[in-house]
């Protein structure tokens, strides 16, 4: 099957959207849509009419073309209606090796990517839980830690509150976050937010102290996943553990639906503890590199 390759312009967002909706590896990342708002520049590899689907985000910089990884886009690689088999992707990998100088991409879970003497493919791990169980049973599965953290948060903190602007959220998490970032930065995330919340698929939830806030979490639909794409807490909220609060709320409401929570990783032991407290379990995919970029150009591997 040929493979081709498309600018942004030329994909039929409708036959791409359907495709990214039927996939067994659905997530609101592949999206055209949330695609056009991580990023100033997509491509596409296209193979078989529609049949097999894979988003390429790409820069250039000095004149040579990479792909990196945008923020907030955890999974990407190739998506169908059906079975990936791994002989397509190593069709796909040697289209995207000529094209391209260096890229850092991610694949995603029902994708299997053997590595090549051409390229290197490195296991990462997030954390999901089904939803489809009742809260009880739900709940039955956390840990004894999470378990005794909820009622702490219970005895606390305030109640849960949904309807927190996207603008508030990014104030706090400036005021409170763990990453140093620039304005532009918040700004760009501001609009993620705004655009995920303007087609009806984010929903902030957040509790506040004194009328204000000290912890929220953004999450982000997509068809069959509810993800946890943004947190803050304060010390306030972290001392009364309001984060296990707020994705306890989350369970509880969601629970016996098809929902995924989908925590977005992670490879930091204390996150993936606060994840598998409540009982999600461990999703590999599998991260890919290669690197065709003469050596004075290293800090090119350093995106913008």
């Not at 994840?275 to 800090?299: H, T």
Request: aromatic share 14%; with cysteine.
């Amino acid at each position: 099957m040929k493979v081709e390759f498309l600018h942004r312009e030329d994909v039929d967002d409708g036959r791409w959207d359907e495709v990214i909706a039927q996939s067994q590896a659905e997530t609101l990342y592949p999206y055209t849509w949330y695609l056009d708002a991580v990023s100033t520049r997509w491509s596409a590899l296209v193979m078989d009419d529609y049949r097999y689907v894979m988003p390429v985000v790409w820069k250039q910089k000095y004149g040579l073309k990479y792909i990196y990884q945008p923020y907030y886009t955890q999974q990407l690689g190739v998506f169908s209606k059906e079975y990936v088999d791994p002989v397509l992707i190593r069709e796909m990998l040697p289209v995207l090796h000529k094209k391209f100088r260096f890229a850092n991409l991610n694949f995603n879970s029902k994708n299997l990517v053997g590595e090549e003497k051409n390229w290197t493919v490195y296991d990462k791990t997030n954390y999901v839980l089904n939803l489809n169980s009742s809260y009880n049973e739900l709940f039955a599965s956390f840990s004894t830690n999470a378990k005794r953290n909820i009622k702490r948060a219970n005895r606390n903190s305030g109640e849960v509150e949904k309807g927190v602007s996207c603008e508030e959220v990014i104030a706090f998490k400036r005021e409170n976050d763990t990453i140093k970032r620039t304005e532009s930065e918040y700004r760009w995330l501001l609009n993620l937010l705004d655009t995920i919340t303007n087609r009806g698929a984010g929903a902030v939830y957040g509790i506040r102290a004194a009328g204000k806030l000290i912890a929220a979490a953004f999450f982000g639909f997509s068809r069959t996943r509810g993800i946890y794409l943004v947190s803050a807490s304060n010390a306030v909220g972290k001392e009364q553990r309001s984060m296990f609060k707020i994705v306890d709320a989350f369970i509880r409401e969601h629970a016996e639906t098809e929902v995924n929570l989908d925590f977005e990783g992670s490879n930091i032991p204390s996150v993936a503890r606060f994840f598998a407290g409540f009982g999600a379990r461990p999703e590999i995919y599998q991260g890919v590199n290669f690197d065709r970029l003469p050596v004075f150009l290293n800090k090119l591997r350093k995106h913008d």
